[in-house]
């Protein structure tokens, strides 16, 4: 939650007073009203004292109508005789442009007056015109000159603003001590805003010891009386647990405090508190009304989380041009997340004319930002060429900088990169390689623990000992959150782990040859590569040969199981290790049909004839022979050498009670036993074949059955129950070969020769 940073009170440096302000001494008497033509005699015969007080009534309308200008008239009449109070006054009314037109000058002359008599008020006045440089030259050294004087008296305002100079080093050396020093003395005599700013020191540590409870103390004091910030800080420790217990409910009433006098920070986290069900039911329509509020009032955060709700349809009605203009309210304002979203819609036409080249500026503000997601996303983009041309220095530049601020998923793919450079030409890249998966595996990637598993079981001993060495430097530099790192073992090693390259190779040679260059071995001991498509590029698993026992090809019924038969697959081939994304059919088709957006989401709304153009396209580059999996080969892979018995479909599927009404990124449910991610749930896979009916023809591998109008469609999709889920991974279904579903997409098969 947001702890906003000291403020500088100026304002309003007490609660009901104005910005330049003007306050009676004790000679003025405060009977202006009772015998007025008695006062205005005695200010027409010259009497100061009575001047003043005239002029006070007609700022005031007090037995006579207001008039401003009346009032002007009589202030100078007493300023003109040395009146400190009727000098500070004309001086208000100068800067204020009451009566008279605003000239700061002409009130920095009437305040310096007043404030050279010893005047606190008018010392504090002068002070923050020199703070602000209104009427003179911005000096915060001569701010601080008037501001003391006035503190010294006392003065509550000039106290808090006195201390903010020296908590920012303005006119002052920098002294926390003597910032908390003088926002205590105002914070002693009851002033709200001086007490929240000592609650801030003590919360921040700044000049005191960190102390969440005494924190807690001020602030409570500031918020009793109203003070809106103390209130919204009082908020954020009851919802964070700092300094008073954790309590959701306690934290949205002093939310909702804030945000009745109209803080944009309580408005925004109160619709969080009823977005997330956190200290009240949860209520969409409560959420957005927040959001609104503050949005309206210009907050980022707040902007993006009302554009969130119209794109999704969450308490108001869905309305995608709504939620494009709130994100790019955001993003105007530097809003990271809003600035990837408005890239995202540039990229695909969601609401903006789809440009590539607006996509790649909005997310490189993002990136610039140090937004890892932005960072982590550019690499994607340059790795692929996609709305940038291709250029590996540039993805590993962006990925390098996501990987640095502990984005895991950024290290695994730095991880990734370093070993097909090391596996391809320059050997000591495996060094960082296996460094950055040992980090990303630190951070809690799923999949960083088996790569550099794998990475080391192709390591020389002494070559595995500058790994570590190579990983402990990396630990060094960007520590995770938990540091894992295996042993190193007492093995000499050099003094360097980064030495010249020399003729002796870091890798075994062992009889495990890769099939293809940078191909590595997952979890379940298959290979795995990251191929050049030609257009994209796509992980893809090897796929042994095998056996297994399949029921006769559906009828689509989802109900009743055919005998069963035995299947053998007779060569080997790559499987896509996820569904084809988004990212890769824009990459390759330029456009994307999909219902859902995001570039890790599975791509559908796509035909078996839209696959055929996007896999012929493919095999125009000449990058090797793909194709749809037939139905047999399909099931093969996802059996995976196992029976459906075995599966735990919570963990392994999105569908109807988990998916949360919509696709899911690939890959972020657990793997089968071949590594291949999403085989069920998600989106549906059309294969290659036809229907066959209820044809008793037994399937061998890879024979394809192309008679017949209508095309196989095998898996489960997020709409779908957990029973049709379990079913789907031996019953299939069928359609004609153009029709589309928000559920429906594909994966590809490579042939080997």
């Given at each position: 939650m947001r702890l906003p940073v000291l403020a500088l009170l100026l304002a309003l440096p007490v609660p009901g007073q104005s910005t330049?302000?003007?306050k009676p001494t004790a000679q003025v008497s405060m009977q202006k009203?009772?015998?007025l033509a008695e006062l205005r005699a005695q200010a027409e015969q010259g009497d100061a004292v009575a001047q003043f007080n005239l002029g006070d009534c007609y700022r005031q309308?007090?037995?006579v109508p207001q008039d401003r200008a009346e009032a002007v008239k009589w202030y100078l009449k007493a300023a003109e005789q040395g009146f400190a109070s009727a000098q500070e006054s004309l001086g208000v009314s100068y800067y204020q442009g009451q009566g008279v037109p605003q000239d700061y000058t002409e009130a920095v002359i009437w305040l310096r007056k007043a404030a050279e008599q010893g005047f606190a008020s008018a010392q504090f006045n002068l002070g923050l015109c020199y703070a602000k440089g209104e009427g003179v030259l911005q000096d915060h050294a001569e701010a601080v000159k008037w501001y003391r004087k006035a503190a010294e008296q006392g003065f509550a305002s000039a106290q808090i603003n006195l201390g903010f100079l020296y908590e920012n080093g303005q006119g002052v050396p920098q002294d926390f001590t003597e910032a908390v020093n003088w926002y205590r003395k105002a914070a002693e005599q009851g002033i709200a805003g001086a007490q929240s700013n000592l609650a801030n020191t003590y919360f921040n540590g700044q000049g005191v010891t960190k102390d969440y409870v005494e924190g807690i103390k001020w602030y409570r004091k500031a918020a009793e009386q109203g003070f809106a910030q103390a209130q919204f800080n009082l908020g954020n420790s009851y919802f964070t647990g700092q300094g008073v217990p954790k309590d959701y409910a306690e934290a949205l009433k002093w939310y909702r405090k804030a945000a009745a006098q109209g803080d944009a920070y309580a408005q925004y986290s109160l619709g969080q508190g009823y977005y997330n069900g956190r200290g009240v039911s949860r209520d969409l329509t409560q959420a957005a009304k927040w959001y609104q509020k503050a949005a309206d009032q210009g907050n980022p955060?707040?902007?993006?989380?009302?554009?969130?709700?119209y794109a999704k349809?969450?308490?108001?009605?869905?309305?995608?041009?709504e939620a494009v203009r709130w994100h790019m309210k955001s993003a105007e304002q530097g809003n990271p997340q809003a600035q990837v979203n408005i890239g995202q819609d540039y990229a695909y036409g969601w609401g903006l004319p789809k440009s590539s080249v607006e996509a790649e500026k909005w997310f490189r503000k993002s990136a610039d930002q140090g937004y890892?997601?932005?960072?982590?996303?550019?690499?994607y983009w340059y790795s692929l060429g996609v709305y940038v041309p291709k250029d590996e220095t540039e993805a590993i530049k962006w990925c390098r900088k996501a990987a640095e601020q502990g984005h895991a998923e950024a290290q695994y793919d730095l991880g990734g990169s370093y070993e097909l450079e090391g596996f391809q030409s320059n050997q000591d890249a495996l060094l960082d390689a296996y460094g950055w998966y040992c980090l990303a595996a630190a951070n809690g990637h799923k999949h960083a623990a088996m790569s550099r598993d794998s990475l080391a079981k192709n390591l020389y001993p002494q070559a595995l000992v500058r790994a570590k060495l190579r990983a402990k430097e990396l630990f060094g530099e960007f520590p995770p959150n938990k540091a894992q790192l295996l042993p190193v073992s007492n093995l000499t090693a050099p003094n360097s782990p980064h030495v010249a390259k020399t003729s002796s190779p870091l890798t075994k040679g062992n009889s495990k040859r890769p099939p293809v260059p940078g191909a590595t071995e997952n979890q379940q001991g298959l290979w795995?590569?990251?191929?050049?498509?030609g257009q994209c590029r796509m992980l893809m698993v090897l796929i042994p040969t095998g056996s297994f026992m399949m029921v006769t090809p559906s009828t689509g019924d989802f109900v009743d199981n055919k005998p069963d038969h035995k299947v053998t697959i007779s060569r080997r081939f790559w499987m896509g290790k996820y569904d084809v994304t988004q990212a890769q059919w824009e990459a390759v088709m330029g456009s994307n049909p999909s219902h859902f957006r995001g570039a890790d989401l599975p791509v559908e709304q796509v035909s078996w004839d839209d696959c055929q153009l996007f896999i012929s396209r493919l095999n125009a580059k000449g990058k090797g022979s793909f194709r749809l999996p037939t139905e047999a080969e399909w099931e093969y892979a996802c059996l995976a050498g196992t029976t459906d018995d075995l599966f735990n479909f919570s963990?392994?599927?999105?569908?109807e009670d988990n998916s949360g009404g919509d696709t899911n990124p690939v890959g972020t449910k657990e793997p089968n036993a071949f590594g291949l991610y999403d085989m069920v749930g998600n989106v549906c896979q059309w294969c290659q074949d036809s229907h066959q009916g209820d044809n008793p023809a037994i399937i061998q591998g890879t024979q394809e059955h192309m008679s017949g109008p209508l095309r196989v469609i095998r898996g489960s999709d997020w709409r779908q129950s957990l029973t049709s889920t379990h079913m789907a991974v031996h019953e299939g279904t069928y359609s004609n070969p153009g029709w589309r579903s928000p559920g429906l997409g594909f994966r590809l098969l490579r042939t080997i020769p």
């Open positions: 330049v302000t003007s009203t009772e015998n309308g007090q037995g955060d707040a902007q993006l989380a009302l554009g969130d709700c349809g969450n308490g108001v009605k869905k309305d995608f041009n890892a997601e932005a960072q982590h996303q550019l690499f795995e590569a990251d191929m050049d498509l963990s392994i599927a999105w569908f």
